[in-house]
């Protein structure tokens, strides 16, 4: 997926006063989440779409999509809200999320409410390939998920780390949605395979808080000449509130890229 650099790096330390604008869920059978999609250009001439599939179950239901876009401050409620129906047992496709619902470009997290039971999958693709594979496609899958049961103690493993003008390597970022009204602090650390821990941040992630960047960017604090760094693990703790935590790898020549969700520790 796409790295951002935006005009500050160092994450807000304090929780953000906001009011939380909540569609109720009173009429809502289901609530999903996407933590992140994005419709973006990226690096190593990346382009990044998003992808869904929405199943509805026995039963008709309305589905309301919240838009909740990049933000370390945190927001009050979605910048963008669409609707759509399914009939009782169909599947609704839509090739280009953030685009097609609300024409919109940039990366953010999406909210699903469904007034019966739905089942949701994304794909973020890349959709700009080398010559070699024009007309394809590579990206990974992004399951829409609850906030109920998410780990407050967990590991992101397989993650590797190098430079992009070496050509080769692979490249990972990682990021997280706090869908809930309240703040929560996470703390994240860099582990490498023999066990070292290079560097660790305390972060306070402000109520609808959207982000997704390089690992490092996030967790600055381990030394730069050690980033360039392969089959390291992310671990980290949540407190405060539900949040979801994610990594995405990313092939530095073809610009196919791997969801890496979280483990509970062991």
Not at 101 to 120: D, E, H, M, S
Request: net charge negative; hydrophobic share 45%; charged share 15%.
């Amino acid at each position: 997926m796409m790295r951002t650099r935006p005009a500050f790096l160092a994450i807000a330390t304090a929780a953000v006063a906001v009011t939380i604008t909540v569609t109720p869920q009173a009429l809502a059978a289901t609530e999903l989440f996407l933590p992140v999609a994005s419709r973006s250009e990226g690096f190593a001439d990346t382009r990044w779409r998003t992808r869904l599939w929405v199943v509805a179950g026995s039963q008709a239901t309305d589905v309301v999509f919240e838009y909740y876009p990049t933000s370390t401050g945190g927001l009050s409620g979605p910048a963008a809200v669409a609707s759509r129906s399914l009939s009782s047992g169909t599947q609704l496709y839509i090739e280009d999320l953030l685009g097609d619902l609300w024409g919109v470009n940039g990366t953010g997290a999406v909210r699903l409410l469904a007034t019966a039971p739905i089942a949701a999958f994304a794909r973020v693709v890349n959709t700009k390939m080398p010559a070699v594979f024009e007309g394809g496609t590579f990206g990974q899958a992004m399951p829409a998920m609850t906030a109920n049961g998410l780990s407050a103690v967990g590991v992101l493993p397989g993650l590797s780390n190098e430079r992009i003008s070496d050509e080769s390597g692979f490249r990972c970022n990682i990021g997280w949605f706090n869908p809930g009204p309240t703040a929560a602090t996470l703390t994240a650390r860099v582990v490498t395979a023999g066990g070292e821990v290079l560097g660790e941040r305390n972060l306070q992630i402000p109520p609808l808080s959207q982000w997704l960047g390089s690992v490092f960017d996030v967790i600055w604090t381990v030394p730069q000449d050690q980033r360039e760094l392969q089959h390291f693990v992310v671990a980290y703790e949540v407190v405060g509130g539900p949040l979801f935590v994610y990594a995405s790898v990313i092939d530095n020549i073809t610009g196919d890229a791997v969801t890496v969700l979280p483990l509970p520790a062991p």
